[in-house]
């Protein structure tokens, strides 16, 4: 079969992560190449939809804060094109740094440039965390993501990091760390949580400093550690351990634990795993 038509197509070629919106990234592949081979010819003897659902789909609202949801897509069957697959996940991380002022704009501007990628009506349903119930699965507490604060800072700055002198033992979590494959740039998504007995955490500041990590490159591994250590030094928590569930990769999802006390957290999955 002449895959000719795939030659400029990202999948299996290097490409560069953007994190500025780019609608050209969207790759377009006619569904005639198929169909030929199939002796499929119009009217077609069928109707139908393609239902993709993106797990990775975030974005910031208007001040400066990321929000994460599921995006399901739905392409009728009767589109001139397919979109190759790893080009509309180049699309959909351009919108990382992207503010919106409500989903609905969001929502809008996805289905537009799909549509007219793939020559036909596309439609988008957006899940937020919030509404999506299993997302308490493992998580437990308080959520960080409601809070409204302003950001504008994108790389790690523990200085976000300080705490007050009552003593507190509690958990805390958010939905909102990104950080980046330090060979491909590919971003990584994840649920941090944050158990701990001390000083009590300012919780603005400590997300702040967690969103400070969207455009950090390190493995997971690393900025698990890295998070740790910098709670660590600056607000001296006597019992601490910070756990990051990241979304799969390949089939596969790493999430590490660091403690300074004896614990096995459950291995259960989030919202978006």
Not at 14 to 36: A, N, T
Not at 83 to 89: C, G, M, V, Y
Request: hydrophobic share 35%; glycine share 4%.
């Amino acid at each position: 079969m002449d895959n000719s038509f795939l030659d400029n197509a990202p999948l299996g070629n290097e490409v560069v992560y953007s994190s500025e919106y780019s609608p050209s990234l969207l790759y377009p592949i006619p569904r005639k190449h198929g169909r030929d081979i199939l002796g499929i010819e119009e009217p077609l003897p069928f109707e139908g939809a393609d239902i993709w659902n993106a797990y990775e789909l975030s974005w910031l609202d208007a001040k400066g804060k990321p929000c994460v949801a599921i995006g399901s897509i739905t392409f009728p069957c009767s589109s001139r094109n397919i979109i190759e697959s790893k080009s509309l996940k180049l699309y959909l991380n351009s919108f990382s740094t992207k503010a919106f002022t409500s989903v609905e704009e969001l929502s809008f501007i996805i289905e537009k440039d799909l549509s007219d990628v793939a020559e036909a009506p596309v439609s988008i349903k957006i899940t937020s965390s919030e509404d999506f119930l299993p997302a308490q699965s493992y998580c437990s507490g308080f959520c960080l993501d409601g809070l409204d604060v302003t950001i504008d800072t994108y790389t790690p700055n523990a200085d976000f990091l300080c705490c007050r002198d009552n003593i507190v033992e509690e958990s805390l979590f958010s939905h909102l760390l990104k950080t980046n494959c330090p060979k491909t740039g590919q971003p990584d998504w994840a649920c941090i949580i944050i158990d701990y007995r001390g000083p009590a955490i300012d919780r603005e500041g400590l997300l702040k400093y967690i969103v400070s990590f969207r455009e950090h490159n390190d493995f997971h591994e690393q900025c698990v550690e890295k998070i740790f250590v910098d709670i660590l030094s600056r607000c001296s928590p006597e019992r601490l351990m910070v756990y990051a569930r990241y979304t799969r990769r390949g089939g596969v999802d790493i999430n590490p634990f660091r403690a300074n006390y004896a614990v096995s957290p459950e291995n259960a999955s989030i919202f978006r795993q």
